[in-house]
Structure formats: C-alpha cells, structure tokens
Nanobody, 123 residues
Framework: QVQLVESGGGLVQTGGSLRLSCAAS??????MGWFRQAPGKEREFVAA?????????ADSVKDRFSITRDNARNPVTVYLQMNSLKVEDTAVYYC?????????????????WGQGTYVTISS
C-alpha cells in the first residue's frame, strides 16, 4: 500500500523558514513533487525532484525554496526547505508521487498524494 505522509507545517512570520517532510512508503518512487492550494485558489505546482535529484521549481518559489530527497532512508523522504516565507505562501502543501510519463508541472500526472500539511505565514 502506497503511503505519503507530510509533516512540518505550522505558523511562522513573514521572512521565516519551515522545512516540510514527506515520508514515502509502499513502492519505489521516481519523481516526487510538492503542490500547494491556498484558500479559494487552484492547486499549484511548487517543486519536484527526480530519483537522481534533478529539480524543478515554480517561478514564485525559485531562489527561496529547495527540494531534496534522501533515498537511503526507509521510508524514502523528500524535503521542502522554505525560506524567506511570504504571506502568499500560505496554503495546504501536498506531497505527491508522479507516474513515469508526463509533465512534472501538472498535478494530473501524479498518482499518489499525501493528506496535506498546513502552512500559515503571518504578517
């Protein structure tokens, strides 16, 4: 059974940092991604990382967020280090596992999802 479990969300002030973790168990995971959904908005791509640690970022988080993974851990764990946080980063953050084909930026290409973790940035 595939299971993705996020942790690390919380409330921080503008300019602060948080590190999200996603523990992935149940199968071998190739490309993993982080998405977020703010209240009243569509879910959007944040970052993704391949098995070999190639990375992709949304323009809105590039230079502030960093995605990494530890394939040696059991379960495999993917991290999202978020620095210089802004109020507009407030959202539920989801970890997801992508299938073998398709665009890393599209949530429709991801077939397993975590339950989400809340991130709130206060001004």
């Amino acid at each position: 059974q595939v299971q993705l479990v996020e942790s690390g969300g919380g409330l921080v002030q503008t300019g602060g940092s948080l590190r999200l973790s996603c523990a992935a168990s149940g199968r071998t995971f190739s490309t993993m991604g982080w998405f977020r959904q703010a209240p009243g908005k569509e879910r959007e791509f944040v970052a993704a990382i391949s098995w070999s640690s190639s990375t992709w970022y949304a323009d809105s988080v590039k230079d502030r967020f960093s995605i990494t993974r530890d394939n040696a851990r059991n379960p495999v764990t993917v991290y999202l280090q978020m620095n210089s946080l802004k109020v507009e980063d407030t959202a539920v953050y989801y970890c997801a596992s992508k299938g073998l084909t398709g665009d890393v930026y599209s949530d429709s290409r991801y077939n397993y999802w975590g339950q989400g973790t809340y991130v709130t940035i206060s001004s």
